[in-house]
């Protein structure tokens, strides 16, 4: 039976929220096969981190978006929505961090990538508020400090795996500009800007789940 929508609740497009339905039970079975076949305890680690960082993100999104929550309980949920998207930042350069960047060099990016999601994620509880391009200039400036491990993936696992890693944040921040600008909006009755937006966002997970299995395994 469907929960009756609120009465406070804005319209939102028919899909709202079952792109990342989808995709959180394929990131599920994707994950538990990821850590199994890591090569590594440590890898295993870093795997579950990682898979669960982006299950959590797809789970909470679609809990969200498909949900009629009420207006307090909405108010909730948005932030912990926006919270999953900065731990999913920091759970993808865990195994980059841990697996294929040098002791000292990872280690230093992966607390200073924790620490930004860390303050994303508290930014979002005390600025629930913040317009959107703020919450999407955090997020790209905090993907892109996954740069300096170009080199070395690219000396130990070719040029296709950098490929897959850059490629990937370019569609997210592809993403976020289209939810920063709320356009493209091509059907908003059914598939508007915020659709566009998880899509480009399953598409680079997707790409970056693939740098992170030949890293991995």
Not at 49 to 77: C, D, F, G, Q
Not at 117 to 141: D, M, N, Q, S, Y
Not at 145 to 158: L, N, W
Request: a positive charge; aromatic letters at 10%.
């Amino acid at each position: 039976m469907s929960p009756a929508p609120s009465i406070d609740a804005p319209e939102k497009p028919s899909l709202r929220g079952h792109i990342h339905y989808a995709s959180a039970f394929a990131a599920l079975g994707a994950g538990i096969m990821l850590v199994i076949f890591a090569s590594s305890p440590e890898a295993r680690l870093a795997t579950a981190i990682y898979a669960a960082s982006l299950v959590n993100l797809l789970a909470t999104s679609a809990t969200y978006h498909i949900i009629n929550w009420p207006p307090k309980e909405r108010a909730r949920m948005r932030k912990l929505d926006h919270a999953a998207i900065f731990i999913l930042i920091a759970g993808t350069f865990t195994p980059i961090c841990l697996l294929a960047m040098n002791a000292a060099g990872g280690k230093a990016l992966l607390i200073l990538v924790w620490s930004g999601a860390a303050l994303g994620t508290v930014k979002e509880f005390l600025w629930p508020r913040a317009p959107k391009f703020i919450t999407a200039l955090i997020c790209v400036l905090l993907g892109w400090t996954s740069v300096p491990a170009v080199p070395r993936i690219y000396a130990d696992y070719g040029l296709f795996t950098v490929v897959l890693m850059l490629g990937g944040g370019v569609v997210f921040t592809l993403g976020a500009l289209a939810y920063a600008l709320k356009r493209p909006n091509p059907a908003p009755s059914t598939f508007g800007y915020h659709e566009v937006f998880h899509t480009l966002v399953v598409i680079a997970a997707a790409m970056h789940f693939a740098m992170v299995t030949i890293v991995a395994t």
